[in-house]
């Protein structure tokens, strides 16, 4: 069975990605680094409408809810070429479709097309790419925590990230426009990110404590790998192909979409319910790990173990254990 393994990932490197919506993210050295950041006025609570600015762009940047429908806007000026427009997007959603983050998918590699329709200079696109993952945390801190919005309206900006992230990557790869969706947004661990442009840098692994983490064969051979390229910066793709390909993971998705709901024999990993599944939800569970076992089994009885925050088996707590999730069955 297929073993997801984010958080075995994120113990080892210490590494916050900053793309958990659970656990929010906040980061004060760049907040003040940002020149210009605005909050535009006269918006209810259901939507949300910034300008961020530095020496290179300025990124306005709308999103509003009405319902289930979350839609959209997005507008990039080049300061270095007298604020010409580099190109405006926008994108949409509904949640009350079956399946609507399998469908962000197809929704993002399209907006990735319409970008690369722009024939904006590739070295361009990496460089607002990288303005904007470093002023994400300062967004985060300006429009969630101290104006109250809402983490879904916050969110909006990732769907544009990782279109411009596709074309970036495709080009220096001389490949066509694709990607992996990501488990960890399906399980509403992550925002939306692509497998392929989720990057760790194993140099921040601690060599000596990697044996501690290793529960199968797979576990060795990923072990090892860390071991043999330990100063290399790796794709989560590249990880998640030591426990399932890639074409394994898109072929269950493809089920999820045809198969009617609930959970059933074919979901390869459990159920959303499952002691092990990372969140606690109906159908096919998309995420586990071996700590979200750790943590179902810690609160089995609902009570914080010694030692940990009162809110650490969550308010939707239910005692009891269901069974375990599949792969936490497999040695191998």
Known sequence: MRKIVLYFLLVLLLFNCGTNPNEGISDDSKIGEL???????????????????????????????DGSTYKSKIEVLHVVEDSVKLFELDYAFNTSESHWKIKQKEKVLA?????????IEIPILKDLSEFIKEYTPAIYEKSVIENGKSIELFSSIYYYQSSIDVNVRASNSNSPMKGTIHPGYLAGKDFFVFQEDQIFDLSLVDLGSLSNYVHSTKDENLKNFIVNNSSSKIAFSVINDFYGSTEDFENFLDNVEIQPMGCSSWCFIGCGSDT?????????????????????????????PTGAPSWYCGPACKPGLEKPVKFLMSTS
């Open 35 to 65: 020149a210009m950041y605005k909050v535009m006025s006269n918006q209810s609570q259901n939507a949300l409408n910034y300008e961020i600015s530095n020496e290179q762009f300025v990124l306005r940047l709308y999103s509003d809810i």
């Open 111 to 119: 907006l990735a097309e319409h970008l690369q329709k722009k024939n």
């Open 276 to 304: 092990g599944c990372c969140g606690n939800y109906s159908g096919c569970c998309v995420f586990s790990a071996l700590s979200c076992y750790l943590h179902d089994v810690q609160c089995a009885t609902c009570k914080p």
